[in-house]
């Protein structure tokens, strides 16, 4: 299961990286066949939107990758802090 979970970590990295060149190029084009204002600022509010949720995968792949979800706690008492 675990390394299911670190296969599963790539396939977050590589997606977030796939998504966001997709939108930035997907972007880029459509602004240079129409280079009005409007165009501009849609564009630009889609990649600046996206660019969290991107880093977010990225994050949560890496986490993944270096094994911090290898272990759940399976109770509530695994969750508390231990003093």
């Not at 991107?54 to 911090?68: E, Q």
Request: charge should be negative.
């Amino acid at each position: 299961m675990n390394q299911i979970k670190k296969y599963a970590g790539m396939i977050w990295i590589l997606t977030a990286i796939i998504t966001y060149s997709i939108l930035l190029k997907t972007a880029w084009m459509q602004i240079n066949a129409k280079p009005t204002t409007d165009t501009i600022v849609q564009w630009s509010i889609f990649a600046i939107i996206f660019l969290p949720i991107a880093i977010g995968l990225i994050l949560f792949g890496w986490l993944a990758l270096k094994g911090d979800y290898d272990h759940l706690p399976v109770s509530g008492e695994e969750t508390q802090d231990q003093v």
